[in-house]
């Protein structure tokens, strides 16, 4: 018989009864599902604007569709990430043709990430952008050090790949040699070119690791440029933020204040 903490999702769920505490919703159609994931896409989009990931057309960010999973929804190409909004979300196949909506989508996005969700049916969502910090890290080759409880949220679980290192990734093989990676991991730091994140949980959860990661490469940047040796987080604590403090469900409970936020400030993304 489970006890009260074992039947919890999170040990951040709070064991007194009645509090307010966000809960993953039920859904009672693919049409109510549909809504709730291209809204945290939305929002997702938003938020990485806010964050200051825009880089002209470079970035885009992806979730599946719930009753097509061949399918899925994507920012347009050219539009701004303060400018996205339900009305100009892109639905596309993993050929790159657009099924829904009016706007291109991007070659480069096309490209990784169709073979992401192809290679991977269980992945829902992906991310990329082109950041300051990621994209100075990622030319380091070389992985995080786990230098912080945030660090180690990525404990044993991102990959540097040097595969398609610098190359405009628009050739099918770049997307295929990317996807096998993400066998083994949630995100990756693309040598010489930026972040990605993959999440088989949700739109959420990718959106709020990929700023977590972000963050993470620019504390290691200012950590080096110090001079001074860090203190390493050991074995033990990294595996125990990874699993409890770095899982699929809190990234989607993080991102929910910030969703919460880009809803209440920024109505016309329902539009």
């Known amino acids: ?73 994507t920012n347009p190409m050219c539009v701004h990430f303060s400018q996205v909004r339900m009305s100009n979300l892109v639905l596309a196949d993993h050929a790159g043709n657009v099924v829904e909506g009016t706007h291109a989508i991007n070659r480069a996005g096309f490209v990784l990430h169709s073979a992401v969700h192809e290679a991977h049916p269980d992945i829902i969502a992906m991310c990329h952008a082109h950041t300051t910090y990621g994209t100075a890290w990622c030319a380091t080759g070389r992985p995080l050090d786990m230098i912080s409880q945030d660090a180690a949220c990525f404990y044993d679980d991102h990959v540097v790949i040097g595969a398609s290192a610098g190359a405009v990734a628009v050739e099918r093989e770049s997307g295929h040699s990317v996807a096998s990676y993400f066998t083994r991991a949630r995100a990756a730091l693309h040598q010489n070119h930026g972040l990605l994140t993959a999440s088989r949980h949700s739109i959420d959860d ?66």
């Open 1 to 73: 018989m489970l006890d009260a903490a074992d039947s919890r999702v999170s040990i951040y769920q709070p064991e007194q009864p009645g509090l307010v505490f966000p809960e993953i919703p039920q859904f009672a159609s693919y049409e109510e599902e549909r809504t709730y994931r291209k809204q945290h896409l939305v929002a997702a989009v938003r938020a990485f604007a806010l964050h200051g990931f825009d880089y002209g057309f470079a970035g885009h960010l992806t979730v599946r569709d719930p009753e097509r999973p061949e399918l899925y929804w």
């Open 206 to 271: 990718a959106a709020f690791w990929f700023i977590a990661l972000e963050r993470c490469c620019q504390v290691q940047l200012l950590v080096e440029a110090s001079g001074v040796k860090p203190q390493m987080v050991s074995e033990k604590s990294a595996e125990y933020s990874r699993k409890h403090v770095g899982n699929d469900f809190i990234g989607w409970l993080h991102f929910q204040t910030l969703y919460n936020q880009i809803a209440a400030q920024q109505p016309d993304m329902f539009e």
